[in-house]
């Protein structure tokens, strides 16, 4: 009964390569995120994405982009991968709060990316 | 599994006062590390505040401050004097060997 899952765990890859996490939550949400932690613990919103909205952080490249094939998972693929895309990649879902605010979010485990 | 626990989904504190938010935390481990991360209406995650599990100090950041209580595995945020800029959603967080686990937040809304 796992809430929000995300695969793989980890991902050693190649430079210039493309390749994709994947992202699933049975919760229901409308909502759901990418984080991108770097070797600081620091925390950065990629997107945030439901069926109405994709906000995208204007410092994420565009070689990051995320796909919804259905509202119960986002992907994240990523083109191209230079050395500093290495990092702990979590994926978040939350429930649309009546105001429109962030409501209560449920991460996944994380992935972590590893870029040689 | 470790598993994070915020209790209080929902804080309300009066400008100028203190609040605590509550975490508790479930582990076998013995060195690890403790986040406290806070999301306003922006959605950028800013951490807060860490606490190492060997120190038995409790760590603090100007009107932030941390409850460590290892034996009990509780780590709450005690925020003194709150402003309006500090309501926003809180996370707690537990990392061992590079593996971090959220709580489920805690929203908190200051009143003026």
């Known amino acids: 009964d796992t809430a929000v899952s995300q695969t793989p765990k980890y991902l050693v890859t190649q430079m210039g390569n493309d390749k994709s996490i994947k992202c699933e939550q049975n919760?229901?949400?409308?909502?759901m995120y990418w984080y991108k932690q770097d070797s600081k613990k620091f925390l950065k919103i990629m997107f945030s994405?439901?069926?109405?909205?994709?906000?995208i952080n204007e410092t994420v490249p565009n070689r990051f982009s995320p796909k919804s094939p259905d509202k119960a998972h986002l992907n994240l693929h990523i083109n191209s991968l230079e050395l500093g895309d290495s990092a702990v990649y979590f994926c978040?879902?939350?429930?649309?709060?009546?105001?429109?605010?962030?409501?209560?979010?449920?991460f996944g485990p994380g992935t972590r990316l590893t870029v040689l | 599994a470790q598993t994070v626990t915020q209790s209080q989904p929902e804080m309300s504190v009066q400008e100028a006062e203190t609040v605590t938010l509550s975490c508790t935390y479930d582990?076998?481990?013995?060195?690890?590390?403790l986040f406290w991360y806070k999301q306003p209406p922006s959605r950028q995650m800013i951490l807060v505040i860490r606490?190492?599990?060997?120190?038995?100090q409790n760590a603090t950041e100007n009107r932030f401050s941390v409850n460590f209580q290892k034996a009990a595995k509780s780590f709450s945020l005690k925020i003194s004097d709150s402003q309006l800029g500090d309501a926003a959603m809180y996370f707690c967080?537990?990392?061992?060997?590079?593996?971090?686990?959220f709580g489920a937040g805690t929203r908190l809304t200051v009143k003026p």
């Open positions: 978040a879902s939350s429930q649309d709060s009546l105001a429109g605010a962030p409501d209560t979010q449920y």
């Open positions: 919760l229901g949400h409308d909502t």
């Open positions: 994405y439901n069926n109405k909205e994709l906000i």
């Open positions: 582990t076998s481990e013995s060195d690890y590390y």
């Open positions: 606490q190492e599990a060997y120190k038995q």
């Open positions: 967080a537990y990392d061992y060997n590079n593996d971090m686990r």
